[in-house]
C-alpha cells in the first residue's frame, strides 16, 4: 500500500525498508561524541541542533546518518536559514509514518525518490554557507505533509522532541 503524504502526493512503499528501530543521525549509533546544544522546546525549538563535543567548527564535514529505514521525500537547497536539507519518510510495521528532517548540511549524498537503510550516510555537518557554527539541525515529525517552517514555535503539535522519540523506538532485541 502507497504512504499518502498530501493531497495528491503518493510514495511508494517497500517491505525491504520498513522502519526496525531508529538510532541517532551522529556518532552512530548512540550520538557518541556529541551534544545537544539547543534541545527541543528551550526556546520554543522544534528540533535538536547537534554539535560535536570538540564546539565550533570541529564537527563539519562529520557524516550524518539515516536514523531508520526509509524513503528520501526530498533532498536539496531551501531558502532561508535551512540551507541543504534531507527529508525522509519512516513506515513503522504497523503502517505509522514519521518524518525526519536533518537540515544545515554541507553535502547531501543521497539522492531523493530513493530508498535509504538505517545507518547509511545520507550526508554531512554543514555552516549553511557560514551562517552559523557547524552543527546539524535534527527534527522527527509525526506529521509527514508539513511545510518546513522556522524551526522555531510554541506551537508544537506534529513535532517530536527527537532525543525521546529515539529512546522509545530503539530496536527491540530478539
Not at 524513503?71 to 527529508?87: H, P, T
Not at 514519521?98 to 543521497?110: C, F, N, V
Not at 547509511?120 to 517552517?149: D, K
Request: charged share 20%; net charge positive.
Amino acid at each position: 500500500m502507497p504512504i499518502l503524504i498530501g493531497c495528491n502526493e503518493v510514495i511508494p512503499t517497500n517491505p525491504d525498508y520498513i522502519s526496525d528501530g531508529f538510532d541517532y543521525p551522529v556518532g552512530k549509533p548512540n550520538a557518541k561524541g556529541y551534544y545537544d546544544a539547543q534541545p527541543f522546546g528551550k526556546n520554543n525549538h522544534l528540533g535538536s541542533d547537534l554539535n560535536g563535543n570538540g564546539g565550533g567548527n570541529t564537527d563539519l564535514n562529520d557524516p550524518v546518518f539515516a536514523i531508520s529505514n526509509g524513503f528520501v521525500k526530498s533532498a536539496k537547497k531551501l531558502k532561508g536559514g535551512w540551507g541543504n536539507v534531507i527529508r525522509i519518510i519512516h513506515e513503522l510495521p504497523n503502517g505509522k509514518q514519521y518524518e525526519s528532517i536533518y537540515a544545515h548540511l554541507d553535502k547531501i549524498l543521497i539522492k531523493p525518490n530513493t530508498f535509504v537503510k538505517k545507518g547509511q550516510i545520507i550526508g554531512t555537518i554543514g555552516t549553511n554557507n557560514g551562517q552559523y557554527l557547524a552543527h546539524l539541525h535534527f527534527e522527527i515529525r509525526s506529521f509527514t505533509n508539513m511545510g518546513i517552517g522556522g524551526g522555531y514555535s510554541w506551537f508544537t503539535m506534529g513535532y517530536l522532541n527527537p532525543t525521546s522519540f529515539i529512546k522509545a523506538h530503539r530496536k527491540v532485541k530478539k
